[in-house]
């Protein structure tokens, strides 16, 4: 068997052809790659006087198909298949292979075919082929199983492989190995890219990837997009912190230095405006490290959230609308649970007295306009009622109409009746309330006693009727509300507004369109339909049947000056009602005079007139400023104690 016989100038030539192949193949391009293989595969067969050299890869999955991905053959030669089968052809060769065993045959003849079937095997594809001599080394990156064989070949003479030679050609094919693996993994890198790219624009989404030392961005075309970004501009973090909403720049900021600090995952929604329009972004992104833990960059996506974020404002304002409405409901329920029963609008107006008449004219023609409506006249006329016609016959008709009587309510609660209040706004306020005027809003509310408003809530009333517009106590929520208003006052606001306490201007939005109910002495004629109306309704409520009310009593009624109006005449019919035993109504009423109203004879009857004029003239507000105590020169206390003892008490509305 010949010897291998090298000269030293030729294993010098081929060191430095070793460190050559070494160099050129570091950092080497993935592209390529397959050329710098075949010449080296070429060199190092001229070098060392070889006459073939070929590299098989293992098909992946599948080890035992062998595909020929390179080769050098100058002389030619029998033709070598693209893809060959190991354990057909040469399953002795594949056998040390897998088990990453270089295979080195000085000669064919003396492969072990006697105690080994399969090399007989390889010896006859290694004849067929006309090679005389072969060196087979695995491909092996690191610990992964090889992956594929080097082989070297003499077609002309037997030759023997030094362990320094097997050595050296082992180097080359290391080199080749991880060549071919860094390049696998380079397009495996970019498959996926590829992939996450196609998955990211299917789904309207955008990659990039922020450098954390030099702080600039790697963006895909959809990122661009969305931003308005140039093909060709240049972004870095400063740059696009500029583009963020004020108002979302803190959140962004303190959600990508948490990732760049702490590692692990953020995401952030933010604001950015472009070309004059608002458009919202969700950002999902990850710190990537490298060697020993440092930080190379934040790798993230980008979605384009402004479609659902309109969906969710929407469907936010219609879940308000909803809840605003089914509070207003029951608001409305409450009310109208309070008024079952009340005899409204107007048809309850009973008269056919001129004043009378002209009064219902004037509500006709307010009534289908949104304007101001400001009723005047005294305690027990029925402003009320007439509130509630001009309602009835507005566009509004089909709501409730909201009641509020502000000398009923106390100074210190008016104002969350009025307005509402949130959760918390004072002691006591467990849950947010919506206020009245919220509830009328498309309806109308009437505000009784309007005199009564404290100066402080004036002003928060004018803007109401100027606008539409409030907050709740509590709140700095600016709400809208469309709600007709009608105000009464049995006090003269003129000269409230002479003496300070009531608002020259709000008076003047008040008194729009100002309608004066006549007092009941003013329409005497409207008197017996009034006391058959009365005797009607009380007859159902009482059980009674009275049918006949004498002339003298009619003629009572008719020229007493009824202080206190129809209030007043209801409660004496309401009276006579319970007292008289039979058919006919006996009502009793002090002698008056056709012209001049009966005195009071004794000094208790003297007082309670007095009495009872006063609280009449202050609307049976007790205390407070131009209260009846105070007007009487006496201490609530007194006033009430005094009412008890002459039977003084505020009559039902």
């Given amino acids: 068997m010949p010897q291998e016989t090298y000269s030293i100038e030729d294993q010098l030539r081929f060191e430095s052809l070793l460190a050559n192949l070494s160099s050129r193949f570091v950092n080497l391009p993935g592209q390529l790659v397959d050329r710098e293989i075949e010449d080296a595969q070429r060199r190092v067969c001229e070098c060392l006087g070889l006459h073939m050299c070929s590299l098989w890869q293992w098909e992946v999955g599948n080890p035992d198909i062998f595909i020929l991905t ?89 030759r023997v492989w030094s362990k320094e030679l097997i050595q050296r050609l082992e180097l080359v094919a290391q080199i080749f190995a991880n060549a071919l693996a860094r390049r696998g993994a380079e397009q495996e890198l970019q498959l996926s890219e590829q992939r996450l790219k196609l998955a990211a624009e299917s789904a309207g989404a955008g990659l990039w990837s922020l450098d954390v030392e030099s702080r600039c961005f790697w963006i895909t075309p ?42 692990g995952e953020g995401q952030v929604e933010y604001r950015i405006v472009v070309d004059g329009t608002m458009r919202w972004m969700s950002a999902r992104g990850r710190l990537q490290r490298r060697g020993h833990q440092k930080a190379e960059a934040v790798m993230g996506v980008t979605v384009d959230v402004t479609e659902r974020k309109q969906n969710e404002e929407r469907l936010e304002l219609a879940l308000q609308e909803v809840d605003q409405l089914r509070n207003q409901l029951e608001m409305e329920n409450i009310y109208l649970r309070e008024q079952l029963g009340r005899d409204d609008g107007q048809d309850a107006i009973v008269g056919e007295s001129k004043p009378v008449l002209e009064m219902i004219a004037h509500a006709q023609q307010v009534a289908p306009t949104d304007s101001t409506v400001l009723i005047t ?59 009245r005027f919220e509830v009328a809003s498309g309806s109308t509310i009437f505000l009784d006693e309007i005199g009564e408003l404290p100066l402080g809530l004036q002003s928060k009333l004018l803007r109401v009727l100027q606008d ?22 049995n006090r003269d606001l003129t000269a409230m507004v002479q003496e300070g306490e009531f608002r020259e201007d709000l008076f003047h939005r008040l008194n729009v369109f100002p309608i004066e109910v006549p007092p009941l002495r003013e329409r005497k004629e409207d008197i017996p339909l009034l006391a058959w109306k009365m005797v009607g309704e009380l007859n159902s409520k009482m059980g009674r049947a009275v049918d006949s009310i004498s002339k003298s009593t009619m003629v009572r009624l008719k020229h007493y000056p009824w202080p206190g109006n129809i209030r007043e005449l209801r409660n004496k019919i309401e009276r006579a009602m319970i007292i008289s035993t039979g058919k006919t109504l006996k009502l009793h009423l002090p002698d008056q005079d056709p012209t001049v109203a009966n005195l009071p004879s004794t000094l208790e009857e003297v ?25 009487l020169g006496l201490l609530p206390t007194t006033l009430h104690a005094r009412m008890k003892k002459l039977g003084l008490a505020r009559p039902a509305r």
């Fill in 70 to 158: 390179h080769l050098y053959r100058p002389q030619g030669g029998p033709e070598v298949p693209e893809r060959m089968s190991g354990s057909e052809f040469f399953p002795w060769g594949q056998k040390h292979a897998q088990a990453q065993k270089v295979v080195a045959v000085s000669s064919v003849d003396t492969m072990p075919t006697d105690t080994d079937p399969d090399a007989a095997v390889d010896r006859a594809s290694l004849r067929h082929y006309g090679i005389k001599a072969s060196l087979d080394i695995p491909l092996v990156v690191g610990e992964q199983p090889p992956f594929g064989v080097l082989g070297f070949c003499d077609v002309l003479e037997e």
């Fill in 222 to 263: 959809v990122v661009r997009a969305m931003h308005g970004y140039t093909p060709d501009e240049e972004v870095d973090l400063e740059r696009f912190m500029r583009l963020v909403y004020p108002e979302d720049r803190e959140a962004v900021q303190n959600a990508l230095g948490a990732v760049m600090q702490k590692g």
């Fill in 377 to 435: 006249g005294e305690t027990g006329t029925g402003k009320e009622l007439l509130a509630q016609a001009i309602h009835n016959m507005s566009p509004r008709k089909a709501r409730t109409m909201i009641r509020v009587n502000c000398a009923a309510l106390p100074a210190a609660l008016i104002e969350g009746e009025l307005f509402g209040r949130e959760k918390g706004a004072y002691t006591g306020a467990m849950t947010r309330q919506s206020g």
């Fill in 468 to 489: 539409g517009r409030f907050e709740r106590l509590g709140s700095n929520k600016t709400l809208s509300v469309d709600a007709r208003v009608i105000a009464a006052s």
């Fill in 607 to 631: 007082e309670r007139a007095h009495v009872l004029n006063i609280l009449e003239r202050t609307g049976w507000r007790i205390s407070g400023p131009r209260g009846a105590a105070e007007v």
